[in-house]
T-cell receptor, first 106, second 113 residues
């Protein structure tokens, strides 16, 4: 079993929809990271959080340390949000989720 | 200016060869990493390195070795390349250890034929 589980694996949404991607982890961590990988392959760090909630434009990330769970929300989704979203946790080492492939249809 | 840059972007080579991938960061970060992304897009950390400590993922074959000439560079050397080494390799850096935000390079797609 992977130390980091993401759901769903694949997600298709209509433009404008509210999107949620979930991440659960089973190891002790010092921080949780949300990464975005576009079809071109480059990886961008969206958030790093160790408690509470962070907001960046239309993106919101939350973490519940007690429940070992994090969510990434995208409000008013847009086709340019189409990408793979990867959850990663860091403590003694990094562990990665398998990614959620998001497609937003115009 | 690119924060974390890797070269080359694409690398095609024959089995048995030795190759290097270079990584440079201009962010003044203390810690650099190498990750491997396999054909199923699954990311796995290979190494993390600061000027004091090299942490190696125990699953990484010893044909892979990081070399750091200075704090801004962490190059990846691979000896005796195998077909299974084909993957995308990402370099990243962060200000301190794993609980700070990481910045990624664009990746190097290695194909071993």
């Amino acid at each position: 079993k992977n130390e980091v589980e993401q759901s769903p694996q694949n997600l298709t949404a209509q433009e404008g929809e509210f999107i949620t991607i979930n991440c659960s982890y089973s190891v002790g961590i010092s921080a949780l990271h949300w990464l975005q990988q576009h079809p071109g392959g480059g990886i961008v760090s969206l958030f790093m959080l160790s408690s509470g909630k962070k907001k960046h434009g239309r993106l919101i990330a939350t973490i519940n340390i007690q429940e070992k769970h994090s969510s990434l929300h995208i409000t008013a989704s847009h086709p340019r949000d189409s990408a793979v979203y990867i959850c990663a946790v860091s403590g003694n080492q990094f562990y990665f989720g398998t990614g959620t492939s998001l497609t937003v249809i115009p | 200016d690119t924060a974390v840059s890797q070269t080359p972007k694409y690398l095609v080579t024959q089995m048995g060869n030795d190759k290097s991938i270079k990584c440079e960061q201009n962010l003044g970060h203390d810690t650099m990493y190498w990750y491997k992304q396999d054909s199923k897009k699954f990311l796995k950390i290979m190494f993390s390195y600061n000027n004091k400590e090299l942490i190696i993922n125990e699953t990484v074959p010893n044909r892979f070795s990081p070399k750091s000439p200075d704090k801004a560079h962490l190059n990846l050397h691979i000896n005796s390349l195998e077909l299974g080494d084909s993957a995308v390799y990402f370099c990243a850096s962060s200000l301190r250890a794993a609980n700070t935000e990481a910045f990624f390079g664009q990746g190097t797609r290695l194909t071993v034929v």
